[in-house]
């Protein structure tokens, strides 16, 4: 069974630091892109990072442009680092694989999902 396990949410206080990870099960993701997604109550999910198969191409949502970065291992393993942290970032946060190899903020592209981790800042 194809699994994304998503850990290292927690509480934090605003300013501060999180680090997700993503591991994958059942299978690598070594080909596909990989995205981060999050969805905070009351809301839709939306489209956090995403990153090539091989790391050379990069997106971010504006929201968190110059605070987070997405990174990745060749085994398909995939990494947020998120600084700066704002009470606005409170939210569930999911890792996802698309079946393709570049990447994209369109939830449609991707067919493999974690079940999320919650991250909650502190004001």
């Known amino acids: 069974q194809v699994q994304l396990a998503e850990s290292g949410g927690g509480l934090v206080q605003a300013g501060g630091s999180l680090r997700l990870s993503c591991a994958a099960s059942?299978?690598?993701?070594?080909?596909?892109?990989l995205g981060w997604f999050r969805q905070a109550p009351g809301k839709e999910r939306e489209f956090v990072a995403a990153?090539?198969?091989?790391?050379?191409?990069i997106y971010y949502a504006d929201s968190v442009k110059g605070r987070f970065t997405v990174s990745r291992t060749n085994a398909g393993n995939t990494y947020l680092q998120m600084n700066s942290l704002k009470p606005d970032d409170t939210a569930v946060y999911y890792c996802?694989?698309?079946?393709?190899?570049?990447?994209?903020?369109?939830?449609?592209?991707?067919?493999?999902w974690g079940q999320g981790t919650q991250v909650t800042v502190s004001s």
């Open positions: 996802a694989a698309t079946n393709i190899d570049y990447p994209s903020s369109d939830s449609t592209a991707y067919g493999f």
């Open positions: 990153i090539s198969w091989r790391g050379g191409l």
């Open positions: 059942g299978r690598t993701f070594s080909n596909n892109a």
